[in-house]
């Protein structure tokens, strides 16, 4: 069973610009999430999608940040302009309905603004 | 107060050794308990879950105490390949509880 994949691994973009992150859930997984580490922090909670409906949003942190999952399969994680305080590892995660356990996650997406 | 608290370490402990990670969390309405393993630069990977009833895993050992919102992790026979980093993780802090809330964790090295 593939595992949930993430591209691109690394991305190194300038103040200002627009970057695109994109998570490939586990097949068959209708519950999809995104976390990030910031440098120095504890890995937090973005947003939680069940297919393609966004059932909790309240760890975005300010409107730069757009998910979508279009289709209740793959997600796309924008932000635009780029902070330089956005910097961090994205991670993505899925899990299949009534999860009781944890979750899986991808190897994540290392994300550089300067 | 952070949700969910840790000492960061590192514990640097010989081969062999037995290590405990302590953690809390504040909100006593937390529904699931986890440990979560993560090596250098990877992603964090389960561990394993935590009951009031303790559970096991080979060298492993977890236990949740829900009165004092306490939960801990043993490691017994520490071997190099353990050396990372232990997150402790609650689930259902808020919202419709399927959020995984994380501790900044506590590094291990294990040293010949």
């Known amino acids: 069973e593939a595992g949930v994949t993430q591209f691109p691994s690394h991305s190194v973009i300038e103040k200002g610009q627009t970057v695109t992150l994109r998570c490939d859930p586990i097949?068959?997984?209708?519950?999809l999430y995104w976390y990030r580490r910031v440098m120095g922090k504890e890995i937090k909670f973005l947003l939680h999608?069940?297919?393609?409906?966004?059932?909790?949003e309240s760890g975005m942190p300010n409107n730069r940040f757009l998910a979508e999952r279009t289709g209740g399969t793959y997600s796309t994680l924008k932000v635009q302009p780029a902070e330089l305080e956005d910097s961090g590892v994205y991670f993505c995660?899925?899990?299949?309905?009534?999860?009781?356990?944890?979750?899986?996650f991808g190897s994540g997406t290392r994300l550089t603004v300067v | 107060r952070k949700e969910v608290e840790q000492d960061p370490g590192p514990f640097n402990v010989p081969e062999g050794a037995t290590v405990a990670f302590n953690c809390t969390y504040s909100?006593?309405?937390?529904?699931?308990f986890f440990w979560y393993r993560q090596d250098c630069r990877k992603e964090p990977k389960l561990l394993m879950s935590?009951?009031?009833s303790g559970n096991e895993d080979g060298r492993f050992t977890a236990q949740l105490n829900r009165a004092s919102q306490y939960i801990s992790l043993l490691i017994r026979d520490s071997k190099l390949s353990d050396s990372a980093t232990y997150l402790c993780?609650?689930?259902?802090?808020?919202?419709?509880?399927?959020?995984?809330?994380f501790g900044t964790g506590t590094q291990l090295k294990v040293e010949l």
């Open positions: 935590v009951y009031s």
């Open positions: 993780v609650v689930k259902g802090l808020t919202g419709g509880g399927n959020k995984l809330t």
């Open positions: 909100n006593s309405a937390s529904q699931s």
């Open positions: 995660a899925s899990s299949p309905d009534r999860a009781v356990n944890g979750y899986t």
């Open positions: 999608f069940v297919k393609e409906s966004k059932q909790d």
């Open positions: 097949s068959g997984h209708d519950n």
